[in-house]
Structure formats: structure tokens, C-alpha cells
């Protein structure tokens, strides 16, 4: 059971530049959710969603897109890499919210120069 | 909006020793709380959830308390070890329903000395 994958680990991108931050879950779960960490700053939520076809912004959405097609793979999408994009990229997936709990991928470390 | 905090910020004891870390919430109207654990450069691993109908939770060392009505959660580790260095982190469900994500505390940096 490989939980929720993401990749890449780490990428270095130049300003502008546009990148696709992949996560995969394998446990059917209905919710997958992009946080971003930076330092001293704790997780803050960028996007959501409760299942394929819908998803929801969080409190920082700005500068970021999604997309869920199937229940299995929610990417993050970078379209005009900025320096303030410079952060570790965290992809979580919960079956419901309530009742259980969450669990994280190994999180992307993005720098942008 | 729920905020989480945590206290302290960090905190370095000798190998052996027992400690608590704090953590607390302003909308006590949560469905759980999670406790995580983040190695530098890593991840975050689960190791406690408590709902909101539990006082408390036992993995291992571990022990974690909820107290909805006040806003508050502990986690106790016994008999600390280098090993549990680490960032502890403290989380609850940003909305009611529990769709909407967490809401965490900036956590505690802990460090166990030999």
C-alpha cells in the first residue's frame, strides 16, 4: 500500500516557468488536499477536493490551479513561477475529514530563481 | 476562523526525560484532533487521532489528551529518546464538516540530547 505519492521530490524552476506537482493516493480516498510550508509559517491550505470533478480554493489559491479527473490523482499546477512560489509542496488525502484522519505524501520541494 | 497553537515553540531535554507539548484551538467545535510528527526535510506522519467524543489516546509513548471544552490537547512523551526529535505538529478540521482541510499549529521543534 504506497499511500499518497507525489512527485517530483525536488525542482529548481526559473521565473515563469510553469510546472505540473503530481500525487497519487491508492487508498480510494474521497479527499485530496495541496498545503504549502514555509519556514515558521506552519501548513497553509491551497486547494481541495471532495472527489473527481469538484474541487474547492483554500486559503492561499493565488498563483495555482487544479484539476481532479479521477479519485486516484489531484495535480497542482504552477502556470508563471514567482520567487514567493518557493516553498515544500505537501499532498494529503483523508476518506472523509471527519471520522479519519489524514494522510501526507513525502511533500516536493520547489525552489524558484 | 479556528487558529492553533502550540506551545512551546521549541524545546532541547536530556535524553530520559518526560515532557509535554501544547497544543490549543479557538473553535472548540472539532469532530478531531491529529497529532503529527515532521523529520527535517520529510514529511508528515500520523501518530495520534482523537475524536471529539475521546479524552484520550495511547500509541506506544505516546499519549495525547483532548479537552474540547477548554481548547486544548497534550501530547506526553515518556522516557524521551534522540530518536523522537523531531517537529511535533498540531491539527484540527478547519470547518465543521471536515471537507475543508486542517488547520495546524506551526508546531514545537523538539530536540533530545544524548
Known amino acids: 500500500n504506497a499511500g499518497v505519492t507525489q512527485t517530483p521530490k525536488f525542482r529548481i524552476l526559473k521565473i515563469g516557468q510553469s510546472m505540473t506537482l503530481q500525487c497519487t493516493q491508492d487508498?480510494?480516498?474521497?479527499?485530496m488536499y495541496w498545503y504549502r510550508q514555509d519556514p515558521g509559517m506552519g501548513l497553509k491550505l491551497i486547494y481541495y477536493s471532495v472527489g473527481a470533478g469538484i474541487t474547492d480554493k483554500g486559503e492561499v489559491p493565488n498563483g495555482y490551479n487544479v484539476s481532479r479527473s479521477t479519485t486516484e490523482d489531484f495535480p497542482l499546477r504552477l502556470e508563471l513561477a514567482a520567487p514567493s512560489q518557493t516553498s515544500v509542496y505537501f499532498c494529503a488525502s483523508s476518506l472523509t475529514g471527519d471520522l479519519y484522519g489524514y494522510t501526507f505524501g513525502s511533500g516536493t520541494r520547489l525552489t524558484v530563481v | 476562523k479556528q487558529e492553533v497553537t502550540q506551545i512551546p515553540a521549541a524545546l532541547s531535554v536530556p535524553e530520559g526525560e518526560n515532557l509535554v507539548l501544547n497544543c490549543s484551538f479557538t473553535?472548540?467545535?472539532?469532530?478531531?484532533l491529529q497529532w503529527f510528527r515532521q523529520d527535517p526535510g520529510k514529511g508528515l506522519t500520523s501518530l495520534l487521532l482523537i475524536q471529539s467524543s475521546q479524552r484520550e489516546q495511547t500509541s506506544g509513548r505516546l499519549n495525547a489528551s483532548l479537552d474540547k471544552s477548554s481548547g486544548r490537547s497534550t501530547l506526553y512523551i515518556a522516557a524521551s529518546q534522540p530518536g523522537d526529535s523531531a517537529t511535533y505538529l498540531c491539527a484540527v478540521p478547519t470547518g465543521g464538516g471536515g471537507a475543508d482541510g486542517l488547520t495546524f499549529g506551526k508546531g514545537t521543534h523538539l530536540i533530545i540530547q544524548p
Open positions: 473553535d472548540s467545535a472539532i469532530y478531531n
Open positions: 487508498m480510494n480516498h474521497n479527499y
